[in-house]
């Protein structure tokens, strides 16, 4: 099997792209998704000043390492959720990947804050995936405004997009069908995030890692068995099979054509304020985290 782009001995094969690449024009081919997903949709500029999500794993190291060699100026968020079967792992892939890049590295401890997840799943009686999602999305937001960066960058993927997707249409959920896509914009008191790496599966981002050196985390969350994404997932990756390059069609499809019309079904705006207690942008007075801090207490 020969490269698609130089003709040397190919070492990944992407049908879904009807290539192959050699380790270096993986590299190239892999910047170049970047590159275009960053430009088609405005998400950053050379002042930015970008705040990574990192979590240990895979696809947020390769987002900040790719990132950076695009020559932005990065700099990275882990939280420590607190659990103990997972956390520490994850927390030192982030260390030592953000020592070797030269990439500054803030820690957030949710244990500091009286919220670690070990805890708080013995209180709630939500799913705690649901919980521990809204608690980091909290912290990711009020770093960023707070510390002065522009932009917050996740490392959801192609597969974490469409499952994303797929899981909403099957609820017919057109709020979140309405917001859903690589850039949601600052307002309301809320940080600019973006998803640099909606163009990459899975599959890419790994062999990203694999090519350029980085050593990633796999200690899986011990509390996400239940999480209902991972069937999505499965589903749409047997579909990938069957017909390479469906997953990349689907969300362009929605990008395209279809988000537009559920944004017109969107079109009461819900009021949101300050939370009375932290200032977080909420439409219930007392933000999410800052009614969970006060149950912990209890």
């Excluded at 879904?16 to 998400?43: D, G, N, T």
């Excluded at 607190?82 to 982030?94: D, F, K, N, V």
């Excluded at 390059?245 to 019309?261: E, N, P, S, T, V």
Aim: glycine share 6%; net charge positive; hydrophobic share 40%.
């Amino acid at each position: 099997m020969k490269c698609t782009r130089c003709s040397d001995q190919a070492v990944v094969a992407l049908p879904s792209h009807h290539a192959a690449f050699c380790a270096p024009c993986y590299l190239v081919f892999a910047r170049r998704l970047v590159e275009r997903a960053i430009k088609e949709h405005a998400m950053l500029t050379p002042e930015d000043r970008v705040l990574v999500a990192i979590s240990g794993g895979k696809d947020s190291l390769a987002l900040a390492w790719m990132l950076k060699e695009l020559g932005y100026d990065v700099s990275g968020l882990h939280i420590d959720v607190g659990i103990p079967e997972s956390s520490p792992i994850a927390r030192g892939y982030a260390e030592r990947f953000c020592t070797t890049q030269a990439i500054p590295l803030h820690i957030l401890d949710l244990q500091s804050q009286g919220l670690a997840m070990c805890e708080v799943k013995k209180r709630v009686k939500r799913p705690i995936c649901s919980v521990c999602g809204q608690t980091k999305r909290y912290f990711f937001n009020t770093f960023t405004l707070n510390n002065g960066y522009s932009v917050v960058a996740t490392g959801h993927n192609l597969d974490d997009e469409t499952s994303r997707l797929m899981a909403n249409v099957m609820r017919w959920d057109t709020a979140y069908l309405s917001d859903q896509g690589p850039v949601m914009p600052a307002e309301k008191g809320f940080a600019k995030k973006i998803k640099p790496l909606f163009r990459m599966t899975e599959f890419e981002t790994a062999n990203l890692c694999f090519i350029a050196g980085i050593d990633y985390g796999h200690a899986p969350c011990p509390y996400s068995a239940k999480a209902s994404f991972p069937v999505y997932k499965r589903l749409l990756a047997d579909l990938e099979d069957i017909q390479p390059g469906r997953k990349i069609h689907f969300y362009d499809a929605f990008l395209q054509r279809g988000r537009q019309g559920f944004a017109s079904a969107e079109t009461t705006d819900q009021a949101v304020d300050p939370c009375v207690h932290c200032g977080y942008p909420t439409s219930t007075g007392e933000c999410g985290v800052c009614r969970l801090r006060t149950m912990m207490k209890e």
